[in-house]
């Protein structure tokens, strides 16, 4: 790893605050997740769902009504909207996940066009990402909190390259080139994966093999939105919720193997392993 991007300890992290004993939910922030295109329901279901499991008071959904099974199936503590939905009756502490299991068709880019002028704090993934690839920086017209987490294909179509391999070959300068490009807090998602928000480029040194499965990307973008509705600093929440993702996923592997590892088995580590955090006083 580069010099100049040295590892995350975990004294580094930021502590959660404590819960008052008369805490209500609605002093945790409330979560809109954005996705589940017709057959890419359980993406939405599990965003929703490491939202709610790292601590949100409220998770909304918001889907195509084919989606509705998965989330019933799977949380039914969520509310529901349907998509195409207008954004417009937001309430003032909403938080936004946007992309998983979005697709790309035009219902999808009709809301992003929205999503990008809305000033609440923001976590983009998946198809959001790809849909802003297309649009360019442009899409983003207002000066919201957000956080973006691509995989090395996606950062190579929103700095228009026709692969990854340039991305793989320079990591720390094309999150860099992102960063400027678009502004906000990013991951660069893979082994070490790097982190860019304020004071320059970390990585994190926990995850494993078993995590490249279908869907820990949502889990991610779900820890992440529901670090910033209960007020974490963007830079925090960052910092905070890639290493959760990271730390659970190890968490899982040593139970079940890498070979075996599901998307799930990572949002199931997570209420352990902030157990585990508390436990040391990071």
């Known amino acids: 790893m580069d010099d ?10 930021p ?21 589940g295109a017709p057959g890419m329901g359980g993406a939405l279901a599990l965003a929703a769902t490491a939202a709610y499991r ?16 998965y989330l019933a199936a799977e949380l039914p503590e969520a509310t529901w909207w349907d998509w195409p939905a207008s954004f417009a009756a937001l309430p003032n502490h909403a938080t936004l996940a946007v992309g998983p299991g979005l697709g790309q068709g035009l219902a999808a880019h009709d809301m ?4 990008g002028q809305l000033s609440c704090p923001q976590v983009w993934d998946a198809d959001a990402l790809n849909i802003l690839a297309r649009f360019g920086p442009s899409l983003l017209r207002s000066e919201a909190i ?33 960063q400027s490009r678009y502004g ?4 660069l998602k893979g082994q070490h994966s790097l982190l860019r928000g304020e004071g320059g480029c970390c990585y994190c040194p926990w995850g494993n093999p078993g995590m490249a499965t279908g869907g820990s990307g949502d889990v991610l973008t779900g820890l992440l939105a529901g670090l910033l509705a209960q007020g974490l600093p963007p830079h ?9 993702h990271a730390l659970a996923g190890d968490r899982a592997a040593r139970q079940l193997g890498p070979e075996s590892l599901l998307a799930g088995d990572i949002l199931n580590a997570v209420p352990y392993v902030l157990q585990e955090l508390k436990s040391l006083d990071v």
């Open 184 to 187: 906000g807090y990013w991951v």
């Open 4 to 13: 100049a991007c040295a590892a995350l300890t975990l004294e580094q992290l």
């Open 112 to 115: 992003l066009r929205e999503m």
């Open 146 to 178: 957000r956080l973006f987490t691509p995989h090395p294909g996606e950062a190579a179509r929103l700095l228009g390259l026709d692969n990854s391999a340039a991305i793989q070959a320079n990591r720390l300068g094309a999150i860099q080139a992102l």
């Open 236 to 244: 925090e929440a960052l910092l905070f919720g890639v290493s959760l």
């Open 54 to 69: 790292v601590g949100a008071g409220l998770v909304t959904a918001v889907g195509h009504p084919a989606a509705v099974p």
């Open 15 to 35: 502590v959660l605050p404590r819960r008052s004993p008369d805490a209500h939910k609605g002093q945790f922030g409330h979560v809109f997740v954005l996705g």
